[in-house]
C-alpha cells in the first residue's frame, strides 16, 4: 500500500465522521431537513425540463406553428415559476434548520469542553480550543450548504439529464454520463487524495495561530514585565510563515486542481456536440433536438463546473469540522456515572478508605493504600514539600480525578457515586492565585451563589474585608474586572476570591494558601474573617507559610504521596527528626528554642 493510500482511508473515515454527524443533528430537525432536500431537488428538475421545451420552441417556430410555440412558452414560464419558488421554498427551510444545528454544535461543544478532565485543560490552548469551537460551527454552515443547496441538485440534474438523453438517443446519454463520471472521479480523487491532506495542515497551522495569538495576549503583563514584545512578535512570525509556506501550498493545489477540472469539461463538452451534430447529420435529431441537447449540456455544464467547487468546499468544511467533531470524541476523564445522584453534605466528615491514585502516564503511584480520616468540623492543615501529594489530596475531594483503588466518601458517601455538580456546590474553594471572569464584582463574588441578593453579596464583600476598596472604584460592585481579574491587584483577587467563599457558604472549605497575596495590613483581618468562616465547618487548608497552621485542630505533612506526621502544631514541633520541626526551623531562620 502506498503512502497515498495510508492517507486515504483515515481521511474518507473522517468524511464518515463528519457525515455521520452532520446527519444526526439533520434528524433532530427532519422535516426542515427533508423540506429543504425536496424543494432543491424539484427546483432542479424544472431547469432539466426547460431545455426540452425550448427544443420543441425551436422546431415550432421553424415550421410556423405559432401555437405549439406559444405552448412550449408557457410551460418554459411555468417551470421559471416553479424554480423561483421551489428554490425559495429551500433556502427558507435551511435558514432555521442551520441555525438551529449551529447554535446545538456550539453549546455542545462549549459543554463539553467545560467537562473535560483538568488534565486536558492543562495541556490545551484555550485560544486553539475556541478556535475550533468557533471555525468548525461556521464550517457546519458551509457544509449544510454544499450538501442541500449545491451537491443534491448538482446531483440531481446529472441523473435527470442522462436519464431523459438516454430515452431519446442513448448514445448522446451514453457520452454525457461517461463523461460526467469522469469528471466527478477525477474532482472527488483530487479533493480526498491531494487536497485534504495539505488542506488539514494549513488548518493546524492556523490553529497553531490562534493559541500563541490567545496566550500572548492573555499574559500581556508578564511580556510587558519583562520587555518581551519582540520576542513574542518574532515566535508569531515564525508561525505565521509557516502557516504561509502551508496556506500557499493549499491554494496553488486547488488552482491547479480547477485548471484541471475545466480542461476536462471542455472535453465533454467537445464530445456532446460531436455527437449531437453526428445524429443530425444522419437525421436522427432535428435542429429543435440539436438546440435542446446543447442547452441541456450548457445546464449540465454549469452544476458539473460547480461540483468540483462543491466538493472542494465539501472537503475544506469537512477538514474545518474535523477538530470541532474530535472534541465530542474526546473522553472526559471523569464523567458521571450512570446511577449517579446528588450528595447531600451535613457535617462534611472526609475518608480516605485504602486510596491508590496516580496521575495519568505515570506507573508509580502517588498515593498507595492512603488511610486518613477528618472528622466534621475539624481544621486541618496541609504542609509539605511542592509535589508531596497536598494538592492532589484535595482535588480527590472535589473529585477532580478519579481514584485506582479504594474510595473517597464524605459524610459516608461515595464521592464517585454522586453528581459532580451537587459535590462541588457544596465544597467552596479560595485559591492562591484566584481567577476572576471579565465580568461585574458583583457577579463574580456571587457565582458560587446566583440567587444572592446584593445585600448579601456586600455583607460577604465586609467580611473578606473587599467591601472598602470596591465602593472607592467608580462603578462599585458593577466594575468590571478585566480579563482573568487583570484590573485589580493580587491581594484584591484574592479579598474577592475569599468573599466568594463566605458567600457560598459551603459545609467544606479549601484554602491554598488564601493570605498569600494579601498585604500586611489586611491579612490579620482576613486571618479573623477565616477563623469565622471556618467555624462550624470542615476547612482544609493547603499551607506553604507554617504560621498559618499553627492555630489549627490538626496538621497532616505529606512527603512523597505518603502521610509522614499527624498531629497538632504543638506535638509535631516535639519530635525532634520530625519532617514538619525540620520545615518549621527552615521557615523561620532560627533554632526552636530561640522561637520560644
Not at 476536462?264 to 449531437?276: E, G
Not at 441541456?296 to 469537512?318: A, C, E, K, T, W
Not at 472526559?332 to 445522584?341: E, K, N, Q, S
Not at 446528588?342 to 503511584?365: L, M, N, Q, S, W
Amino acid at each position: 500500500m502506498t503512502d497515498q493510500d495510508e492517507d486515504l482511508f483515515p481521511r474518507a473515515a473522517v468524511l464518515r465522521k463528519v457525515l455521520s454527524f452532520t446527519i444526526a443533528h439533520w434528524r433532530r430537525t427532519p422535516a426542515l431537513a427533508v423540506a429543504c432536500g425536496a424543494a432543491m431537488m424539484l427546483a432542479t428538475v424544472t431547469e432539466v425540463f426547460v431545455p426540452v421545451y425550448a427544443g420543441r420552441m425551436i422546431d415550432a417556430v421553424g415550421a410556423g406553428i405559432a401555437s405549439d410555440a406559444w405552448r412550449a412558452f408557457a410551460a418554459i414560464t411555468a417551470l421559471g415559476v416553479g424554480l423561483v419558488v421551489f428554490r425559495f421554498l429551500g433556502w427558507w427551510a435551511i435558514t432555521p434548520l442551520t441555525l438551529n444545528m449551529m447554535r446545538d454544535v456550539t453549546q455542545e461543544a462549549f459543554a463539553r469542553v467545560q467537562r473535560l478532565s483538568t488534565d486536558w485543560h492543562a495541556n490545551a490552548f484555550s485560544g486553539s480550543t475556541v478556535r475550533r469551537i468557533t471555525r468548525g460551527m461556521w464550517a457546519l454552515d458551509t457544509l449544510n450548504d454544499v450538501l442541500l443547496l449545491s451537491l443534491l441538485p448538482s446531483l440531481t440534474v446529472l441523473a435527470a439529464t442522462v436519464i431523459l438523453l438516454g430515452m431519446h438517443w442513448p448514445v448522446l446519454g451514453l457520452v454525457m454520463a461517461l463523461g460526467a463520471l469522469a469528471y466527478i472521479t477525477l474532482t472527488i480523487g483530487l479533493a480526498v487524495r491531494v487536497l485534504a491532506p495539505i488542506a488539514r495542515l494549513s488548518n493546524q497551522w492556523d490553529t497553531r495561530i490562534g493559541g500563541i495569538l490567545a496566550d500572548a495576549i492573555g499574559t500581556n503583563a508578564v511580556v510587558k514585565a519583562f520587555g518581551g514584545e519582540e520576542r513574542e512578535e518574532a515566535l508569531l512570525g515564525k508561525t505565521v510563515a509557516k502557516w504561509r509556506r502551508r496556506t500557499w501550498r493549499t491554494w496553488m493545489a486547488f488552482t491547479w486542481a480547477g485548471t484541471g477540472q475545466s480542461s476536462l469539461l471542455w472535453l465533454v463538452r467537445a464530445a456532446v456536440t460531436a455527437a449531437a451534430l453526428w445524429l443530425w447529420m444522419r437525421g436522427q435529431a432535428s435542429a429543435g433536438d440539436v438546440a435542446y441537447v446543447l442547452t441541456s449540456y450548457l445546464v449540465l455544464n454549469g452544476y458539473l463546473r460547480d461540483i468540483g467547487q462543491h466538493v472542494h468546499m465539501l472537503q475544506r468544511s469537512v477538514n474545518e469540522m474535523e477538530e470541532l467533531v474530535q472534541l465530542h470524541d474526546e473522553p472526559l476523564g471523569v464523567a458521571d456515572r450512570p446511577d449517579a445522584g446528588p450528595i447531600t453534605i451535613v457535617d462534611g466528615a472526609i475518608r480516605f478508605e485504602d486510596v491508590t491514585f496516580h496521575y495519568g502516564g505515570h506507573e508509580k503511584p502517588l498515593f498507595e493504600h492512603l488511610d486518613v480520616a477528618i472528622p466534621g468540623g475539624q481544621r486541618v492543615g496541609l504542609v509539605g514539600p511542592s509535589g508531596s501529594g497536598k494538592t492532589s489530596f484535595v482535588k480527590l475531594i472535589q473529585r477532580l480525578y478519579d481514584v485506582a483503588a479504594g474510595r473517597v466518601t464524605i459524610d459516608g458517601q461515595d464521592v464517585a457515586l454522586a453528581t459532580q455538580g451537587s459535590l462541588r456546590r457544596q465544597v467552596a474553594i479560595v485559591p492562591q492565585e484566584p481567577v476572576l471572569f471579565h465580568r461585574t464584582l458583583a457577579e463574580n463574588i456571587g457565582y458560587g451563589r446566583p440567587d444572592a441578593t446584593m445585600e448579601e453579596i456586600e455583607q460577604a464583600a465586609r467580611l473578606a474585608n473587599a467591601h472598602d476598596f470596591i465602593m472607592r472604584l467608580p462603578k462599585g460592585y458593577r466594575t468590571m474586572v478585566g480579563e482573568r481579574g487583570v484590573k485589580l491587584s493580587g491581594g484584591e483577587r484574592q479579598r474577592i476570591a475569599i468573599a466568594r467563599a463566605f458567600l457560598a457558604d459551603a459545609p467544606i472549605l479549601i484554602m491554598d494558601e488564601a493570605t498569600s497575596s494579601l498585604d500586611s495590613e489586611s491579612e490579620a483581618a482576613i486571618q479573623d474573617a477565616m477563623e469565622r468562616l471556618m467555624v462550624g465547618r470542615t476547612a482544609i487548608v493547603i499551607a506553604h507559610r507554617l504560621s498559618t497552621v499553627r492555630a489549627l485542630d490538626r496538621i497532616l505533612v505529606f512527603h512523597r504521596g505518603h502521610i509522614v506526621e499527624d498531629g497538632t502544631h504543638e506535638t509535631l514541633l516535639e519530635s525532634e527528626q520530625g519532617q514538619y520541626r525540620r520545615l518549621f526551623e527552615r521557615q523561620a531562620g532560627t533554632v526552636l528554642a530561640e522561637i520560644h
